[in-house]
Antibody
Framework: QVQLQESGPGLVKPSGTLSLTCAVS?????????WSWVRQPPGKGLEWIGE???????NYNPSLKSRVTISVDKSKNQFSLRLSSVTAADTAVYYC??????????????WGQGTLVTVSS | DIQMTQSPSTLSASVGDRVTITCRAS??????LAWYQQKPGKAPKIMIYKASSLESGVPSRFSGSGSGTEFTLTISSLQPDDFATYYC?????????FGQGTKVEIK
């Protein structure tokens, strides 16, 4: 069973870059899964940010695409999120999640526990 | 983007009640819909996928139905562990989008 664990700074300054990593255990990042980032502002709903396949192929939410980069590090069995030019509106719990890529359309089956990132000076 | 609208936003119910949550998509998503349960401070947990398929380990009191643009999640007999927020999510087309959530609270 795949397990996901987010890590990274809990506080980022406005206009800075948010950087998070998701460590994958119990499976290989080079499997047929797609690896996603999803965020949830305090007290609000869920927003999908983007996803990556081990080949490096990515899909991003157009609402964030200009500021988002998702990358994969096969040697460390992890993937990462970078979100640039952050504002207070980017304050959220950030989750990493996975979905089976063996078929085209699948839901998220595994989630990390989430990490709160606050944007504040 | 496909907009997902859930109703109601909050639902007050008692243990043993039959509960139904509705999710509507702004365009047809066939059966590419999932339901997640989220408890405070925890990650979402998949409950139903492909509109009506029960995820392994999820109690049979949970069921999903619908296709196209209208979907429902039903809990046949609400249990204490079921008080949580439920989200629908479409995975028919990018970007994947979620409903705003339905909080099931104790009456």
């Amino acid at each position: 069973q795949v397990q996901l664990q987010e890590s990274g700074p809990g506080l980022v300054k406005p206009s800075g870059t948010l950087s998070l990593t998701c460590a994958v255990s119990g499976g290989s990042i080079s499997s047929t899964n797609w690896w996603s980032w999803v965020r949830q502002p305090p007290g609000k709903g869920l927003e999908w940010i983007g996803e990556i396949y081990h080949s490096g192929s990515t899909n991003y939410n157009p609402s964030l695409k200009s500021r988002v980069t998702i990358s994969v590090d096969k040697s460390k069995n992890q993937f990462s999120l970078r979100l640039s030019s952050v504002t207070a509106a980017d304050t959220a719990v950030y989750y990493c999640a996975s979905r089976n890529g063996e078929v085209l359309l699948t839901s998220f089956d595994f989630w990390g526990q989430g990490t709160l990132v606050t944007v504040s000076s | 983007d496909i907009q997902m609208t859930q109703s109601p936003s909050t639902l007050s119910a008692s243990v043993g009640d039959r509960v139904t949550i509705t999710c509507r998509a702004s365009q047809s998503i066939s059966s590419w819909l999932a339901w997640y349960q989220q408890k405070p401070g925890k990650a979402p947990k998949i409950m139903i996928y492909k509109a009506s398929s029960l995820e392994s380990g999820v109690p049979s009191r949970f069921s999903g139905s619908g296709s196209g643009t209208e979907f429902t999640l039903t809990i046949s007999s609400l249990q204490p562990d079921d008080f949580a927020t439920y989200y629908c999510q479409q995975y028919n087309s990018y970007p994947w989008t979620f409903g705003q959530g339905t909080k099931v609270e104790i009456k």
